[in-house]
């Protein structure tokens, strides 16, 4: 969430930053409802200090006082639950409306819809074949790499077996990826699956109601993960770090589950959109005079693994209405896939600022002065659409597939899927 004092001082900003990203936020009634919050509390401190005032008088009183200032106690008593009770009902609405007020915006982020995305680079073009190119669904049915069949007797509709090279491609770009973030100075982490709806909520994500893309669990109060974003953000909630033991860089590792609802259409087939896969997830907390630098840093990390993976990519500087929430800004690295003779995407990274640290009190200190952090992630690799780029991009005329380089090690040392 956005800082209230800032919000108060800049209410024509904050409401253009709004139309900016399309969302629709009754920023009128907000201040509304903070207008009457702020003279409730000053109220009920009021009267709370009257109480005390009487209190302390009491011992002091003489017989015929004790009774009249009995009473006024009991008066002023009733006075503070009716004004906590309507404080309550105020506050529940205003932190509704305030916990949907999006992020501000970097000023160099393009203003608009997906259509002003903005491509700041790209690196090698797109794969040419010389001849009709199989998709991933085709190859993996030809060498036996995935199985959607029966996993949707199993499971469902959109959840997978990877087998064979598919399943050690998975582990392979898992532990590449790791490898890339720890020599980049990232500690490695594996975080839970689950995690609680506060957490989800302190991330900006939404555990429940129409638009949520979360599974939650019946009869639990806990949420199956849409990325480790969301248990590695809440690792540190209350905590106050000291400045010197800034920053904090994790590369985590988890499955993540999304309903993906209402998705359709060529681009949803096979691995593109489905609902579980592993990713694997950098993330960093620092001074808000580190994150610029960071979220170039971890963009550079992100472009390092797929140049590595030889990949043909595009960075996109996304515009606001494409923003999210929580982001301050966001770049993508979208990936060449044959099967969409389009690029798609493979990876984001995010500069939140202190929109998540103000959810979920992250602070750090310097002298006596604290304030929050900020806070940024990115993918390192997210592994299915991965798979899909290596095997589409890599093909043969036979059908066999080159193994990039970069993994061959973490292959047993394979050279191409589809040779003995």
Known sequence: MIDLDYLRAHVDEVKQNCA??????????????????????????????????????????NKE??????????????????????LQTIETDWRNIWMTIPNLTHPD???????????????????????????????????????????A?????????????GALLEMALTRFAVDQAMKAGFSLMLTPDLARPSVLEGTGYQPRGPETQIYSIEGHDLALIGTAEITIGGYH?????????LPKKYVGVSHCFRTESGAYGKESRGLYRIHQFTKVELFVFCTPEQSEQFHTDLLAVEESIFQALEIPYQVIDNASADLGGPAYRKFDIEGWMPFKNAYGELTSTSNLTDFQARRLQIKYKEGKKSQFVHMLNGTAVAIPRTIIAI???????DGTIQIPAALQPYMNGKKVIGQV
């Open 20 to 61: 900016n990203r399309k969302v629709k936020v009754d920023l009128e009634k907000f201040l509304d409802l903070d207008q009457q919050r702020v003279t409730l509390i000053q109220n009920i401190e009021q009267i709370r200090g009257e109480r005390n005032s009487i209190a302390e008088h009491m011992p002091k009183a």
């Open 65 to 86: 006082e004790k009774p009249g200032l009995a009473a006024k106690a009991k008066q002023l008593k009733e006075q503070v639950q009716q004004a906590e009770a309507e």
């Open 109 to 151: 982020t393009p203003i608009g819809g997906e259509d002003k995305n903005k491509i700041l680079h790209t690196w090698e073009k797109p794969t040419h074949f010389d001849f009709a190119p199989r998709t991933h669904l085709e190859l993996g049915e030809k060498w036996d790499l995935m199985d959607f069949e029966r996993a």
């Open 153 to 165: 007797e199993v499971s469902g509709q959109k959840f997978y077996y990877l087998k064979n090279e």
């Open 237 to 245: 909630q209350k905590t106050t770090f000291e400045a010197a033991d």
């Open 391 to 397: 095997l589409e991009n890599n093909q043969n005329q």
